[in-house]
């Protein structure tokens, strides 16, 4: 079938069951919605989904089963496509909703119960050389994604101050040897939320540091931490996959902090005009 067409059953206003485009039914195995209560996240976006078509696929990987939802813009599928790679980050899976709805494409959201982890691994800390994971979520991407867009990531993050081990503590008042901040203007710390809050920012990466690149962003006032990326600081994450074993830096990442819907959806805008992507 073609990325356009699409059968679906209606479960309240979610599209559900779409066949997968392409030959991905070789690389996952779907499980049937039966309705848009199966996920706490679909039912709580179901008005505003449009013509979004959610499927939850699962693949294995050794012993462990990894499981997802799949949406994507049935009207437009090819389009700006995004990782979510943590359960517990809501207002990331709603700023997916709205980019895909807008801007087509769409986006993969991991479940894992409501937890950041899954089963004790980071979901965004499994992306080793040529693993199955690695091999089948770039899969999924480069299914819907243009070769010319970016690899896109959306994560939520606590106060910049705390330190809850919940979703970790990313500051754009912090820094380190590998981890450039570059701020837009200044920087709000505490409950300020927006553009200025510390936990508001663009994640980029590379070998070296672009500062055209970070330019770009700062220009409409996106603060910017960029990541140099090594072979020796390699974490396994999405970004840096992309720049080690993929062998490019086509890679962003929109940080806001928990529940920041609405500073999301700007950063999201934003980052699209940058990209030359117009709304639908």
């Known amino acids: ?15 559900t069951n779409c066949p997968l485009p392409g030959n991905l039914d070789q690389h996952v195995d779907k499980v049937q919605l039966t309705s848009s209560g199966d996920s706490p996240d679909l039912k709580r976006n179901s008005w505003s989904m449009g013509s979004l078509c959610a499927d939850r696929i699962t693949f294995r990987e050794g012993n462990r089963t990894w499981t997802f939802l799949l949406v994507w813009n049935t009207s437009h599928p090819k389009g700006p496509f995004w990782y979510l790679p943590h359960d517990n980050e809501e207002s990331a899976f709603d700023a997916a909703v709205y980019a895909a709805t807008h801007y087509g494409g769409g986006f993969l959201a991991v479940e894992s119960n409501g937890q950041r982890h899954m089963s004790g691994k980071d979901p965004n800390r499994n992306f080793k050389k040529d693993s199955p994971y690695s091999k089948t979520i770039c899969k999924i991407i480069d299914t819907y994604k243009p070769v010319h867009l970016p690899y896109l990531a959306l994560h939520t993050n606590a106060e910049g101050h705390l330190k809850n081990g919940g979703s970790g503590t990313v500051s754009m008042k912090k820094h380190s040897k590998n981890v450039h901040a570059f701020p837009a203007g200044n920087i709000k710390t505490g409950q300020q939320k927006g553009l200025e809050d510390e936990d508001t920012m663009i994640f980029l990466a590379g070998k070296e540091v672009k500062r055209e690149k970070v330019k770009k962003f700062n220009a409409v006032g996106l603060n910017v931490k960029f990541e140099k990326v090594t072979k020796r600081s390699n974490d396994n994450s999405m970004s840096n996959c992309i720049v080690l074993h993929r062998g490019h830096d086509n890679y962003i990442n929109i940080e806001t902090e928990h529940g920041d819907l609405s500073t999301h959806k700007k950063m999201i805008d934003r980052v699209m005009r940058i990209l030359g992507q117009r709304g639908l």
Do not use: H, N, Q
């Open 1 to 15: 079938m073609t990325l356009g067409s699409a059968l679906f059953l209606s479960t309240g206003c979610v599209k």
